[in-house]
């Protein structure tokens, strides 16, 4: 049994994908075995998958086909298939590091092989950002569990997520809506394993950033921030009536970033961030998260005379943040 299942579900990204797939080629750590779900691709998809499986031993790398039915139901095909003791996910437009699987691995023996570890993204836009990230020591943290950590940091996407198989197959696997969010639901419904491990330094996986990327729809932002809210309606996420305020909070603030996604793509968003703060405001009410409601509307109307957000700004902050973060890696080596 391999210590990892790499799990990629690939609509229509061929050209994308052979890079993601050259990083998976290049890890360092190799008891891993490869799952790639083709969600019903109609462009070179399959041709990619087919050289890029040339040569492989039977096995490490295996290719799954579906009619299209979203990146949910993909990974959970491959979840279904998967050997590994833990599974861990990267969406085909974005890439690893040659350490990012040496590095997972050595967190899970440091910590005792922990049912959840959560790993840091590095966003990039250009190929001359990613390749000048340069590898640094393992830093890591043990929380108690996902819950408490939540409440000081923001969640990372499904890319930066390495869970035992067994324990996400128990929590209900992904949802199979087409929708963002299903992977912030199923980390709220693996809310109380313990421990939960936080690796800070290196990053393990490079989040592309681009307009075609999924995430870049705001009404699936909106359908995913309703089902988020009746989903903990229904009583959906663990820890019962003792933590039902700590759950309430956290939930009401994964809202509040999905009100401001909404409408960081498109002006069109601002409509749906409105729809989804009006339809969530008495789960804010009852979290306490006034201010956050005060502040909604204005950055609506600078939005709307496009003086929020400036991505260009944005972009050269990140830029400058990375190149400082390599700087100082470089100096404590």
Request: proline share 5%.
């Amino acid at each position: 049994m391999p210590l990892l299942s790499l799990i990629i579900p690939t609509y229509n990204r061929a050209a994308l994908l052979a890079k993601t797939l050259e990083s998976v080629r290049a890890q360092e750590f190799t008891d891993f075995e490869l799952i790639v779900v083709d969600d019903g691709s109609t462009d070179e998809t399959p041709a990619v998958l087919a050289r890029f499986a040339e040569g492989r031993p039977p096995g490490k790398c295996r290719v799954l086909r579906q009619a299209n039915a979203g990146q949910g139901a993909a990974r959970n095909l491959a979840i279904d298939h998967a050997t590994g003791e833990y599974c861990t996910f990267l969406d085909s437009d974005d890439l690893l590091f040659p350490w990012s699987f040496s590095t997972l691995a050595r967190a899970i023996e440091q910590h005792g092989r922990p049912p959840l570890i959560l790993s840091t993204e590095f966003f990039f836009d250009s190929l001359d950002e990613y390749a000048a990230v340069i590898a640094e020591p393992l830093r890591s943290v043990s929380y108690p569990d996902l819950y408490t950590f939540a409440g000081t940091n923001r969640l990372v996407g499904p890319g930066a997520v390495a869970a035992k198989t067994q324990l996400i197959r128990e929590a209900g696997k992904f949802l199979t809506d087409r929708v963002v969010g299903e992977d912030v639901d199923l980390l709220y419904r693996m809310g109380t394993l313990s421990p939960m491990i936080k690796i800070e330094a290196p990053p393990t996986t490079a989040y592309r950033v681009h307009e075609e990327q999924f995430t870049a729809n705001s009404e699936k932002w909106y359908r995913g921030g309703c089902s988020l809210a009746r989903r903990f309606k229904a009583g959906i996420f663990p820890g019962g009536p003792a933590r039902q305020a700590e759950v309430l909070k956290l939930i009401s603030r994964e809202l509040l970033f999905f009100y401001f996604i909404c409408f960081y793509w498109s002006r069109r968003g601002i409509w749906s961030s409105l729809k989804l703060c009006l339809r969530t405001l008495h789960l804010q009410v009852r979290a306490g998260h006034s201010l956050y409601l005060v502040k909604l509307p204005i950055c609506m109307a600078l939005r709307l005379v496009g003086l929020w957000p400036i991505r260009a700004a944005h972009r050269e902050q990140r830029i400058e943040r990375n190149r400082r973060n390599t700087q100082l890696t470089a100096v404590a080596s």
